[in-house]
Nanobody, 126 residues
Framework: QVQLVESGGGLVQAGGSLRLSCAASGRTSSPYAMAWFRQAPGKEREFVGAIRWGGGDTSLGDSVKGRFTISRDTAKNTMALQMNSLKPEDTAVYYC???????????????????WGQGTQVTVSS
């Protein structure tokens, strides 16, 4: 079992930056990949980005490319989401997820991830 805990959410003005962190614990083996998803009120959960734990390569959703970056610290078992040039439409609850199984590419569907955090609220004011 893996426990994921997000932190770093809050209120920020449009154009500002915020950095989210996800701490993983509980499982001795490393995940294959970790990801960020977000869900705004009344909308479906949306893929934000993912990172392969071993290689560090990333995949980002189209709506955040060029503004968000994902990184991981394998020694600390943490993943970060650096969010720049934030827009009001980025307002959502952001969730951290982990995938334990191998896959040939970074997955973008919720169903491809085995473990989830509780989420952290990000609010961007206009």
């Amino acid at each position: 079992q893996v426990q994921l805990v997000e932190s770093g959410g809050g209120l920020v003005q449009a154009g500002g930056s915020l950095r989210l962190s996800c701490a993983a614990s509980g499982r001795t083996s490393s995940p294959y990949a970790m990801a960020w998803f977000r869900q705004a009120p009344g909308k479906e959960r949306e893929f934000v980005g993912a990172i392969r734990w071993g290689g560090g390569d990333t995949s980002l959703g189209d709506s955040v490319k060029g503004r968000f970056t994902i990184s991981r610290d394998t020694a600390k078992n943490t993943m970060a989401l650096q969010m720049n040039s934030l827009k009001p439409e980025d307002t959502a609850v952001y969730y951290c997820a982990a995938r334990s199984r191998y896959s040939g590419y970074l997955r973008r569907s919720q169903s491809d991830y085995d473990y989830w955090g509780q989420g952290t609220q990000v609010t961007v004011s206009s």
